[in-house]
C-alpha cells in the first residue's frame, strides 16, 4: 500500500513509501482513502521542525486532515460500508490524565497524548486505513471532497468554543470579529464567524487570488493594511489570531475593545525575538479585563459542531477553499510554497 511518510528529524524525507496493509483491530473500521488536507504542520514536519514516528518505527505516515469511505464495518459499530467519514486526530494520553479521562484530550495536561500523522501514530495519507469506531465521524454524503475541510473546521469550531466560555464570565454579545490570516483556519473561523450573525473582518497581506473573494463570498470584509489601523478602526471585540506571526499577535493583544477576547491560534516559530512593550499590553489587559488564550486540537464534540458547521455551509464556497489538488504519485505539489492559495489537498481515491 502506498502512503506518504517521512522520517521525523530528518530533512527532505518526505516520500511515497510501500507500506504494509493496515489491519483492523478488533471492531475497528478499515477505510478507503478519498483525499488528506495538508497544512502548516504537515510542512513542519516535512522540514524536520515537528513530529515523532511511532515507538520502535523510524517512519511516521503524515496527514491529519482525513477523509476516508468505509470500506468495512464490524456489526453494532455505528457505521456502514460506504460511509463518508474523518478520522479524529488526537488519542488520549494513557495515564490519563483528568481532561483526557473526561474525553477532552485536546486539554491534555501532560503532552503524552498522541496525534494520528504528528506525534507517534500514523496518520491518514495512505490508500488504507484503520480507525476506532469511537474516533470516526460520519458526514454527510453531500459534502463530498469538501468533507476534508473537517479537521480544520474542528479547531477552529474548539476555538470559538473557548471565545464562548470566556465572553460568559459577565455580560456578552459580541458585535465584530477580526481573524488574521485568511489560510484555510482563518477562512473557516470567518464562516463560524458569519455563522453567528457576528460582523466579521479578515486581515492577509495579500491582495489578489482567491482569499479577498472568498471572504466577500461569505459577507464579510476583506482588509490589506496595517494590523494597528485597523483595530484602531473597528475596535474588535474578539481577535482570531490565525498566522502565528509576532508582530500580528502583539497587536492582536493591544487591539481589541474593552473585555475583549484574542484567541490565538497559529503556532509560531520560536526562538525569532522582537522588541515588545509589555506595560502596554499589560495596561490595556487589565484596564480592559481583556483576554487572551490559545487553543490547540480538537475533541469528538467540536468535530461534531464542526459536521454541523460545514453542513449549513455552502458546498461551492467550500470548495472555493481547495486551491490545489494533486494526486499521491505527485505529493511534492502540495509542499510547494503558494501564499495565494488557501487550501492543499492531495487525492487518493
Ligand atoms: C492539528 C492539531 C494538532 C496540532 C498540534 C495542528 O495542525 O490540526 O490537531 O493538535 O497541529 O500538533
Not at 278 to 288: D, F, H, P, Q
Amino acid at each position: 500500500m502506498l502512503a506518504l511518510t517521512v522520517r521525523p528529524g530528518q530533512a527532505d524525507s518526505l516520500e511515497l513509501s510501500d507500506m504494509p496493509e493496515p489491519q483492523p483491530g478488533p471492531g475497528e473500521l478499515l477505510v478507503d482513502a478519498v483525499a488528506v488536507g495538508v497544512c502548516g504542520t504537515d510542512r513542519e514536519i516535512a522540514d524536520a521542525e515537528y513530529g515523532w514516528a511511532p515507538a520502535g518505527e523510524d517512519r511516521l505516515i503524515l496527514g491529519h486532515e482525513s477523509l476516508g469511505r468505509v470500506r468495512t464495518a464490524p456489526a453494532g459499530s455505528g457505521f456502514a460500508e460506504g460511509d463518508l467519514i474523518v478520522g479524529v486526530v488526537r488519542r488520549p494520553d494513557p495515564k490519563p490524565c483528568g481532561a483526557c479521562a473526561r474525553g477532552q484530550f485536546d486539554m491534555c495536561r501532560n503532552g503524552e497524548y498522541t496525534e494520528r500523522g504528528i506525534k507517534e501514530i500514523h496518520g491518514y495519507a495512505s490508500q488504507r486505513w484503520t480507525v476506532e469506531p469511537e474516533y470516526a465521524v460520519k458526514l454527510p454524503t453531500e459534502l463530498g471532497e469538501a468533507g476534508v475541510l473537517m479537521e480544520p473546521t474542528s479547531v477552529v469550531a474548539k476555538a470559538w468554543e473557548q471565545i464562548d466560555r470566556i465572553g460568559g464570565r459577565a455580560w456578552y454579545e459580541p458585535h465584530t470579529v477580526l481573524i488574521t490570516g485568511a489560510g484555510p483556519i482563518g477562512l473557516l473561523a470567518a464562516l463560524l464567524g458569519v455563522q453567528r450573525g457576528l460582523d466579521v473582518h479578515v486581515l492577509d497581506i495579500v491582495t489578489d487570488g482567491p482569499k479577498p473573494a472568498a471572504v466577500a463570498a461569505l459577507g464579510a470584509t476583506y482588509h490589506s493594511e496595517p494590523m494597528d489601523r485597523l483595530t484602531e478602526r473597528l475596535n474588535p471585540d474578539v481577535i482570531v489570531e490565525a498566522t502565528g506571526v509576532s508582530s500580528l499577535v502583539i497587536e492582536a493583544i493591544s487591539g481589541t475593545a474593552e473585555y475583549g477576547i484574542v484567541c490565538l491560534t497559529g503556532v509560531s516559530v520560536a526562538g525569532r525575538k522582537i522588541s515588545v512593550d509589555i506595560g502596554g499590553a499589560n495596561r490595556s489587559m487589565v484596564l480592559e479585563n481583556d483576554v487572551v488564550v490559545g487553543s490547540v486540537n480538537a475533541n469528538l464534540s467540536h468535530f461534531q459542531q464542526a459536521a454541523d458547521a460545514l453542513t449549513r455551509a455552502d458546498r461551492t464556497w467550500l470548495e472555493s477553499l481547495i486551491t490545489s489538488r494533486s494526486s499521491l504519485q505527485n505529493y511534492a505539489h502540495a509542499f510547494e510554497p503558494d501564499p495565494n492559495g488557501i487550501k492543499h489537498v492531495i487525492d487518493i481515491s
